[in-house]
């Protein structure tokens, strides 16, 4: 047993030397909303190689994904993120509020509202585009399934949601009635909730399921790229909204570990012509007129409503998506 | 399973040392590890009410999903129970070569993790998946049905089967058989008034385990379902999917009834083995 | 286990050929083919390529967690079940079969509610949050986490080899030992420990298998942080999710011959040590 023992410990140690071995290089936890993946790969290999060249130093950034308010209340229970990079202000508004982990307002810390770039909500459809759906009135016809996730986690759900209730809000003869009495119709067409962006876009196109996915623009062209451009089609509809996903410092988490510097780097990297170029490469609107002039062809002009129009996040969540909300009020699985 | 022999009783006085420490040890394990854990999950639910539970219990969704991971682990260990049979009977009873490998290869689901078999089997049953192919070419759509579920359940629960079974067919002998063959009864009677009989507890046994591994499988059957709620969610993912959504108490509610179901079939199962150890 | 067969009692090959077929068809169909489909995915794309998909840092960092936990979890198994086997084979006591069921627990557990169990504790909601949150103290989201659920998925494992094995041996060279004055510390290294290694192993090498593989419980509890609280298990769900087919498979291909190692040793173990173990079989 001793000839066991001896060796085991000794590799023990090793494994625990080698486990906390990176803890010397800094590393910062980007926790961010679920389509994220692909461009922070690319981000942060870019802005760990501009690091290195201007500091001599090496950071590691830590990824964390998942729907957008499954994410936020996931920091407020103490998952320890330096900087979180979610959908949409709410959820780090709600950080602020409830875990006072950053301040009130942070959002004025960095420029356009701490977006640095946006993005807005489109279809995805099955090659041919069988069931004709061309616009928002098309998914409530009989017989279509809409796959979309859930608004209580997804933060692409939310802005979905709202896209959906601006369309029957300004469509002829518009109203609130109508607005709620369509967006109700819509989620009675939706068979399955998941979690998050990627969970939809993977139940649409794996497991085959819905005739159209309400997608985050880039989310769309990532699964022709990936999921095969031989078998789905990007339908732009008449009208959408603008989704402005935000970014912050999670102060209090950043001072503890001694990382804002490094974290608020990070974040204004994100607003760099490099950075912003490799935003748009990955389908994400960027906020850099010069780096959006040459990408147009990639992002059509639709009709795009704001978050104003609907009075603010705080003021949309609290009528549309917290509990007992308008949301609660339509949706009910099962019937 | 576990069945302890009957030992000699020797009075209370403890010849062996060392009976406190580890007992005591062990309980503070259990206690910490095991039983704390389960009782806040006992606990958690009430925070609703006993109206609020029985709610959140008989709701729609939960009740589609309890039916299928229940349902579902009830039909996969009934097949297991006759396939699991004719696999454990030939292993025993028969040669023939790559027996060894084929034995060994029993116990693959015991060592592979849920989550590869889980994208395993979601790949072979694909529409252009080894299997899936051929059967959708038949018609018939395995991935992402509730029959991608059944296929998961049946494969981590064979090994209960065959292995509680295997030991039992080969103690058994030939004896009882061959007396009766002797007799003059056909093979089928044999089978039917000897054999069975004989090895109807352990099947139970084994069909019992199968079935409560089933019930609480995640990871090797959620890559192949179509998590449809109402139609091929199991159980287990809508405690995650609750606690996303941080309904704790949802959730606990959920796990509780799962639970209080498994833990009684374990007790039923222990009662019948201690009778049958008492008996023979 | 060639030293189970026996000549068949029913008669003709037909009944013969045929079970055997059905059996050998059903294993082919639900056992090796899973299996074979691991391998075959990862190599599809050729050697290399499944080799750099287990060299990128995430999937490094996966293997690392993974290999920590089971140098971590695989000793405290094998101390309780030592424990739990002493005082439950050599001893007598009421409660010894409720105290048997209660180690039996775990496997009548769905991980995924042993995690919900542990977040229900740990958790920020749960009973001890606010003061672990107050102490800077993180278990949910980190390794001590995932930690628990890995052993309380795992414990039962040693004990249920080694508790029959025990019984079976009696407790009559123990109490020869204590009675010719050895302590009860040198019984136990001397007298029990060489009886039961070898089931000692086996219990331990389906443990390890449990360890390195679970799934639903780790999900819960980890927080899904890719390259440090990703164990393997995880990171192939990452990379399945990511359309990174190559790379979910390759790391299911690692842990698949893992599988197939286990497989192989217990087999040898078997073989070679069978009367031991087989007496744990006799569940």
New interface residues.
């Given amino acids: 047993m001793s000839k066991i023992i001896g060796p085991a410990l000794v590799a023990a140690v090793f494994l625990l030397g080698a486990a906390s071995a990176p803890a010397g290089t800094p590393h910062l936890l980007n926790v961010s909303y679920d389509p994220t993946r692909e461009l922070f790969k690319a981000l942060n290999a870019r802005f760990a190689a501009d690091w290195r060249q201007q500091t001599h130093d090496s950071v590691t950034i830590d990824m964390s994904h998942?729907?957008s308010g499954?994410q936020s209340?996931a920091v407020i229970d103490g998952l320890d993120a330096d900087v979180v990079t979610l959908a949409l202000a709410y959820d780090i508004d709600a950080i602020a509020q409830k875990a006072k982990l950053l301040p009130a307002d942070w959002q004025r810390r960095l420029p356009d509202d701490s977006a640095p770039f946006t993005s807005t909500i489109v279809f995805l459809v099955r090659k041919g585009n069988p069931k004709h759906i061309h616009d928002w009135r098309d998914l409530v016809t009989s017989g279509t399934a809409v796959v979309t996730p859930?608004p209580?986690?997804s933060g692409g759900a939310r802005w979905a949601f709202l896209a959906a209730w601006a369309y029957a809000l300004h469509a002829p003869g518009g109203d609130t009635a109508k607005a709620r009495a369509f967006v109700a119709d819509l989620y009675h067409h939706v068979?399955?909730?998941?979690?998050g962006a990627r969970g939809s876009t993977i139940?649409f196109t794996r497991?085959?399921?819905g005739d159209a996915l309400l997608s985050w623009e880039n989310e769309a062209h990532l699964a022709l790229k990936e999921a095969g451009g031989d078998r789905f089609e990007i339908v732009y509809p008449s009208a959408s909204i603008l989704a402005e996903p935000p970014v912050a410092v999670v102060e209090a988490n950043a001072a503890r570990h001694g990382t804002t510097a490094v974290a608020n780097a990070y974040l204004k990297f994100l607003y760099t012509p490099a950075a912003q170029e490799i935003e748009a490469a990955n389908f994400y609107r960027p906020r850099d007129p010069t780096v959006l002039a040459a990408h147009a062809r990639d992002f059509p002009t639709i009709r795009l409503s704001t978050i104003r129009e609907f009075g603010g996040w705080q003021q949309a969540q609290r009528q549309f998506f917290a509990d007992g909300g308008i949301f609660d009020q339509i949706y009910k699985?099962?019937r | 399973?576990?069945?302890?022999?009957d030992?000699p009783?020797r009075g209370t006085n403890?010849?062996?040392?060392?009976?406190g420490?580890?007992?005591g040890?062990?309980l503070f394990?259990?206690a910490t590890?095991?039983?704390?854990?389960?009782t806040?999950?006992a606990i958690?639910p009430w925070s609703l009410g006993v109206g609020g539970v029985i709610a959140a219990v008989t709701a729609?969704?939960v009740v589609?999903a309890l039916t299928l991971s229940f349902g579902g682990a009830a039909i996969a260990a009934s097949i297991n129970a006759v396939?699991g049979f004719?696999?454990a009977?030939?292993?025993?009873?028969?040669?023939?070569p790559g027996?060894?490998v084929?034995?060994?290869?029993?116990?693959?689901?015991?060592?592979?993790?849920?989550?590869?078999?889980?994208?395993?089997?979601s790949?072979?049953y694909s529409e252009n998946?080894?299997?899936g192919g051929p059967l959708s070419l038949l018609g018939i759509k395995v991935?992402?049905t509730p029959l991608g579920v059944l296929?998961a359940l049946?494969?981590i629960g064979?090994p209960f089967v065959v292995?509680?079974l295997?030991?039992v067919?080969?103690e058994m002998?030939?004896d009882a058989?061959?007396a009766a063959?002797t007799l003059g009864a056909a093979?089928a009677r044999?089978?039917l008034r000897v054999t069975l009989p004989a090895l109807l507890p352990a099947l139970l046994?084994g069909v019992g385990?199968a079935w409560?591994?089933a019930?609480?499988?995640?990871?090797s059957v959620i890559?192949i379902a179509?998590?449809?709620?109402?139609k091929s969610?199991i159980?287990?993912?809508l405690?995650?999917?609750k606690?996303?959504?941080?309904d704790?108490a949802g959730?606990?509610a959920i796990?509780l009834v799962?639970?209080v179901l498994?833990?009684t079939?374990?007790?039923v199962l222990?009662l019948v083995?201690?009778r049958l150890t008492a008996r023979r | 286990?060639?030293r189970?067969?026996?000549?068949?009692?029913?008669?003709?090959t037909a009944?013969?050929l045929l079970?055997?077929g059905?059996?050998?068809v059903?294993?082919v169909?639900?056992?090796?083919?899973?299996?074979l489909?691991?391998f075959s995915?990862a190599l599809e794309s050729g050697v290399p390529a499944a080799l750099a998909a287990i060299g990128t840092p995430d999937a490094l960092a996966a293997i690392r967690l993974t290999l920590l936990v089971a140098a971590i979890t695989v000793p405290v198994n094998i101390?309780?079940g030592?424990?739990?086997s002493?005082?439950?084979?050599?001893?007598?006591?009421r409660g010894?079969?409720l105290?048997?069921?209660?180690?039996?627990?775990?496997?009548?557990?769905?991980?995924?509610?042993?995690g919900?169990?542990?977040?229900?504790?740990f958790?920020l909601?749960?009973?001890f949050g606010p003061w672990l949150r107050a102490h800077d103290i993180r278990i949910i989201f980190a390794l001590p986490g995932i930690l628990?659920a890995t052993?309380?998925v795992s414990?039962p494992f040693v004990a249920?080899e080694l508790?029959?094995l025990m019984?079976?041996q009696?407790?009559d060279e123990?109490?020869a030992a204590?009675?010719l004055g050895a302590?009860?510390?040198a019984?136990?290294l001397r007298v029990t420990l060489p009886n039961i290694k070898w089931g000692l192993l086996y219990g331990v090498l389906?443990c390890n298998?449990?360890i390195?593989?679970?799934?639903?419980a780790v999900?819960?509890v980890s927080g899904h942080i890719r390259g440090l609280t990703d164990t393997?298990?995880?990171h192939?769900?990452v990379l399945?999710n990511d359309y990174d087919?190559v790379g979910?498979?390759a790391v299911?291909a690692l842990?698949?011959l893992?599988?197939?190692v286990?497989?192989?040793f217990?087999?040898l173990l078997e073989w070679r040590y069978g009367d031991e173990i087989?007496a744990t079989?006799?569940?």
């Avoid at chain 2, 179509?226 to 109402?230: A, E, K, Q, T």
């Avoid at chain 3, 105290?99 to 042993?114: E, G, H, K, N, R």
């Avoid at chain 3, 919900?116 to 504790?121: H, K």
């Fill in positions: 998942g729907g499954a209340r859930n209580k986690t068979p399955v909730l998941d979690s139940t497991r085959g399921i699985p099962g | 399973m576990v069945a302890i022999a030992t009783r403890r010849v062996l040392p060392g009976f420490l580890s007992l040890f062990t394990c259990l590890i095991v039983l704390i854990p389960l806040a999950l958690r729609p969704r589609a396939m004719v696999v009977w030939t292993l025993v009873r028969y040669r023939f027996k060894r084929f034995d060994a290869l029993i116990d693959l689901p015991f060592a592979l993790p849920t989550a590869v078999a889980g994208v395993a089997l790949a072979l998946g080894w299997l991935a992402y296929v049946i494969f064979l292995r509680t295997q030991p067919i080969a002998g030939a058989e061959e063959a093979p044999i089978f046994t385990l409560a591994r019930v609480g499988e995640y990871g890559f179509g998590n449809l709620p109402m969610e159980a287990p993912l405690i995650i999917i606690l996303e959504q941080f704790y959730a606990a796990g799962m639970l498994a833990f079939v374990i007790l222990n083995q201690a | 286990m060639t189970y067969a026996r000549t068949p009692t029913e008669g003709g009944p013969r079970l055997i059905t059996a050998i059903f294993i169909l639900f056992l090796l083919l899973p299996l489909t691991v995915n101390v309780f030592l424990a739990a002493w005082a439950v084979a050599k001893h007598d006591f010894k079969s105290l048997t069921a209660l180690i039996d627990l775990p496997f009548s557990v769905s991980p995924v509610v042993a919900l169990a542990f977040v229900l504790i958790g909601q749960g009973w628990l052993l309380f414990f249920r508790i029959p019984a079976d009696g407790r123990e109490e204590i009675s302590s009860g510390l019984t136990f389906l298998a449990r390195m593989g679970e799934f639903g999900s819960v393997m298990p995880l192939v769900e399945y087919f979910a498979f299911a842990l698949a893992l599988a197939v286990t497989l192989v217990k087999s087989a079989h006799r569940h």
